[in-house]
């Protein structure tokens, strides 16, 4: 009998928590206000800061002027933005909600022009103005009340605790391989494109997005690598082509930038 109830409390809790992105036109499953985000973000980057060396000096001088240039002409440029460089050797950026950005040194390193950190720091940016991250959580959560509902439901009607777990852990593989991993592919390309936007708006040349693109696949090459429906990340040519087929908009976008 709870087997019923299972389904009308997700569909309850997913209609609930659904939003429309106002830049993308996506709906999103959202269980964290927007209100919250400043504050979990200043929470974790405390964190990473006290367990971290940062850059300081003209490297973050440098990933700071272009990230505030870009925040600036974003969707949100009322954001508590902050960007930071942590000096490890690690090919890396990401954000957190909020606007707090971080850059490691190596990938910093490797930015042969201020266009290709541009393109890494728009895409970053663009997570956090597409509240990509609070999203994330949001679903990591739900999927958590799923499978521990989905638990107890099984255990209940079998009496059998080992079949409860089994039916856990296929509930949390399958939540993995076709619910939060898709998912995750699907807002790398969406950050991909808001962010050659933003860049392209604050007057960095767009074509660096794809330039950067190669450079990563060029690095990747002979290296192997987990099949692609296990990854977490489109692969590099999926982001190439994509960028590629919109580029005469990001382009456009450019020039208006670089007559205003």
Not at 14 to 42: H, K, V, Y
Not at 134 to 156: C, D, F, K, P, Y
Not at 162 to 183: I, K, M, R, S, Y
């Amino acid at each position: 009998m709870r087997f019923r109830f299972i389904a009308p409390i997700a569909a309850v809790l997913t209609i609930a928590c659904t939003e429309t992105n106002t830049i993308t036109g996506r709906d999103q499953f959202l269980m964290i206000p927007a209100s919250q985000d400043a504050a979990l973000g200043l929470e974790a980057m405390n964190e990473v800061k006290q367990s971290v060396k940062l850059v300081k000096g003209k490297p973050a001088e440098r990933v700071a002027r272009i990230g505030k240039r870009i925040a600036a002409l974003s969707d949100r440029p009322d954001m508590q933005w902050e960007f930071v460089v942590i000096d490890e050797d690690v090919l890396n950026a990401w954000a957190l909600p909020g606007g707090k950005v971080a850059v490691y040194k190596k990938m910093l390193d490797m930015m042969e022009s201020d266009d290709q950190l541009a393109a890494v720091l728009g895409h970053e940016i663009s997570h956090a103005v597409l509240r990509h991250g609070a999203e994330s959580l949001s679903r990591a959560q739900a999927q958590n009340m799923a499978i521990a509902g989905l638990g107890l439901a099984v255990g209940t009607y079998t009496k059998s605790g080992e079949t409860a777990q089994l039916a856990a852990t296929l509930a949390n593989v399958a939540a993995q391989g076709f619910v939060a991993l898709p998912h995750s592919r699907s807002m790398e390309l969406e950050a991909d494109d808001i962010g050659t936007r933003y860049m392209a708006r604050a007057g960095y040349d767009p074509r660096a997005a794809v330039t950067l693109w190669q450079k990563m696949q060029k690095m990747k090459e002979g290296s192997g690598g987990q099949p692609q429906w296990l990854s977490t990340h489109p692969t590099d040519q999926q982001r190439i082509d994509r960028l590629s087929a919109k580029m005469a908009d990001y382009l456009a976008e450019y020039q208006r930038a670089k007559k205003s």
